[in-house]
T-cell receptor
Framework: DQQVKQNSPSLSVQEGRISILNCDYT??????FLWYKKYPAEGPTFLIS?????DKNEDGRFTVFLNKSAKHLSLHIVPSQPGDSAVYFC????????????FGKGTHLIIQP | DAGVIQSPRHEVTEMGQEVTLRCKPI?????LFWYRQTMMRGLELLIY????????DSGMPEDRFSAKMPNASFSTLKIQPSEPRDSAVYFC??????????FGPGTRLTVL
């Protein structure tokens, strides 16, 4: 049973438009959420995070929204650029901070020129 | 600054052989994590250490898997004996005091 779900294996977006990647979770104990970006043959790279006490966090072109009641978060990329083409992983953590992460299976974002 | 270093980057071995994967965390980080990525299960946590002490190894699939962290700058993940279903990319990550986890480039393991 997957506790973190990314239901879209892939997403294609035109350059300059908004990319919206979605993530759902089932574990109510999760209180910290992260997005990682991964290029082929590289390790995941941290992108942005959000604590459960917030509903939005913004960093440049990247914004993460958290809807706790729906157990849903989303990553918005505006505007999308060719370098954004990668696999994006949603991850979650429960209490403390020094624990391991639970990952979704990832969404492959393809930015088309 | 060097990031997390993993070796080897690629490993091809035959079923039944012992495999040892190595990780050097970022200097100063006190938490170290081993993850495995497969097509079927995605990225899953195998084990993690805080201050060189194993905290949670519930993700280790079988007794064939073992991990050690003899000091703050080195960790190993060993599979003995290896099986074809162990083929995957193994990632090591480190963090400081519960902060962001930084991942190494991974070791791609193929067991024939």
């Amino acid at each position: 049973d997957q506790q973190v779900k990314q239901n879209s294996p892939s997403l294609s977006v035109q350059e300059g438009r908004i990319s919206i990647l979605n993530c759902d979770y089932t574990n109510s104990m999760f209180d910290y959420f992260l997005w990682y970006k991964k290029y082929p043959a590289e390790g995941p790279t941290f992108l942005i995070s959000i604590s459960s006490i917030k509903d939005k966090n913004e960093d440049g072109r990247f914004t993460v929204f958290l809807n706790k009641s729906a157990k849903h978060l989303s990553l918005h990329i505006v505007p999308s650029q060719p370098g954004d083409s990668a696999v994006y992983f949603c991850a979650a953590r429960a209490g403390g901070g020094a624990d391991g992460l639970t990952f979704g299976k990832g969404t492959h974002l393809i930015i088309q020129p | 600054d060097a990031g997390v270093i993993q070796s080897p980057r690629h490993e091809v071995t035959e079923m039944g052989q012992e495999v040892t994967l190595r990780c050097k965390p970022i200097s100063g980080h006190n938490s170290l994590f081993w993850y495995r990525q497969t097509m079927m299960r995605g990225l899953e946590l195998l084990i993690y250490f805080n201050n060189n002490v194993p905290i949670d190894d519930s993700g280790m699939p079988e007794d064939r898997f073992s991990a050690k962290m003899p000091n703050a700058s080195f960790s190993t993940l060993k599979i003995q004996p290896s099986e074809p279903r162990d083929s995957a990319v193994y990632f090591c990550a480190s963090s400081l005091a519960g902060g962001t986890q930084y991942f190494g480039p991974g070791t791609r393991l193929t067991v024939l």
